[in-house]
T-cell receptor, first 114, second 115 residues
């Protein structure tokens, strides 16, 4: 019930294409869904986040789409660039617990080919 | 650099030794989280601390692992009698509050290798 399932495990996209990463969760108590970007040898960095009362959030080339009824959310990277090559993690957390501990998906390694 | 500072960046220990990992949160942050990342896996929550208090240690192994965040100084994650399975990257994150929608800022981790 505390799992967040992420797919695909790896993704190769051509420069200028759209990268799509999907996540699904079971526990409806989750109410905050951030995405993190991680480069090799570095810590995860917050990219964009969404709450379940919003169906879509866009920041620059990054968009989160949220489907509350299906308990799914996805990250879209428009006009993908080689500099976007990194590992992406979706996450979820419980607002009711008020501790903020993050439950992470397994990660997606994105490679954008020039 | 006002970010989360972790040291050492790399730590090598032999089986049975102790490992101490340190984390200095961002300035003004009094909430610290520790996560472990095994090879080819996502990050797993270990423990959440505020100054001088452990708030949630539900992800900590029952034995050999402990954490503290003293009034002065960095947060410490301590692993006693290390085993090969402890080899992983350990990340610390800090936030200004422990609420669910407060962004957590991560350090660059400590890569622990057990010989």
């Amino acid at each position: 019930q505390q799992q967040v399932k992420q797919s695909p495990q790896s993704l190769i996209v051509q420069k200028g294409g759209i990268s799509i990463i999907n996540c699904a969760y079971e526990n409806t108590a989750f109410d905050y869904f951030p995405w993190y970007q991680q480069f090799p040898g570095k810590g995860p960095a917050l990219l964009i986040a969404i709450r379940p009362d919003v169906s879509e959030k866009k920041e620059g080339r990054f968009t989160i789409s949220f489907n509350k009824s299906a308990k799914q959310f996805s990250l879209h990277i428009m006009d993908s660039q080689p500099g976007d090559s990194a590992t992406y993690f979706c996450a979820a957390t419980f607002g009711s617990s008020n501790t903020g501990k993050l439950i992470f998906g397994q990660g997606t390694t994105l490679q954008v080919k020039p | 650099n006002a970010g989360v500072m972790q040291n050492p960046r790399h730590l090598v220990r032999r089986r049975g030794q102790e490992a101490r990992l340190r984390c200095s949160p961002m300035k003004g942050h009094s909430h610290v989280y520790w996560y472990r990342q095994l090879p080819e896996e996502g990050l797993k929550f270990m423990v959440y601390l505020q100054k001088e208090n452990i708030i949630d240690e539900s992800g900590m192994p029952k034995e050999r692992f402990s954490a503290e965040f003293p009034k002065e100084g960095p947060s410490i994650l301590r692993i006693q009698q290390v085993v090969r399975g402890d080899s992983a990257a350990y990340f610390c994150a800090s936030s200004p509050q422990g609420a669910a929608n407060q962004p957590q800022h991560f350090g660059d981790g400590t890569r622990l290798s057990i010989l």
